[in-house]
Nanobody, 127 residues
C-alpha cells in the first residue's frame, strides 16, 4: 500500500555520521510499522531498526544500539535513520519498508511488509 524511496547514503570515514531519509507515498500514522533494513555482499538482508507509528516505540538490532536512531517527521511522511559512530561493518545497501502495526509486535526479521524492495541507498564506511 505504501511506496518508499530511500536517500542520503554516502561514503564516510569510520566514526562519522550519516542521516538517511525514506520518503513515503502518504502519511504513515496510526497502526503502522516502519523499518530500515540493510544488505551487504555475502550477507543476508537484515532488519536494523523499526518504529511503531502509533506511539513512536522503537527497536534496534544489537549491533546498532546506541549508534543508530530511527524516527519520523511530525507529519509522518518521512522516515529517518540517524547513524553515528559508523563502523566499516555498517557498509551496506539500506532499504526502508512499511507494514501493518502487528509486524512491530513480532520479532526482528519477521513479519509482513507492504509494497516491494526499492533501489535502496548505499552507505560505505572506510577506515
Amino acid at each position: 500500500q505504501v511506496g518508499t524511496v530511500e536517500s542520503g547514503g554516502d561514503s564516510v570515514q569510520a566514526g562519522g555520521s550519516l542521516k538517511l531519509s525514506c520518503t513515503t507515498s502518504r502519511s504513515i500514522g496510526g497502526s503502522y510499522c516502519m523499518a530500515w533494513f540493510r544488505q551487504s555482499p555475502g550477507h543476508e538482508r537484515e532488519e536494523v531498526a523499526r518504529i511503531l507509528a502509533t506511539d513512536g516505540t522503537t527497536s534496534y538490532v544489537d549491533s546498532v544500539k546506541g549508534r543508530f536512531t530511527i524516527f519520523q517527521d511530525t507529519a509522518k511522511k518521512i522516515l529517518y535513520l540517524q547513524m553515528d559512530s559508523l563502523k566499516s561493518e555498517d557498509t551496506a545497501m539500506y532499504y526502508c519498508r512499511a507494514g501493518p502495526g502487528a509486524t512491530c509486535r513480532g520479532r526482528m526479521n519477521r513479519g509482513t511488509w507492504f509494497g516491494y524492495w526499492g533501489r535502496g541507498t548505499q552507505v560505505t564506511v572506510s577506515s
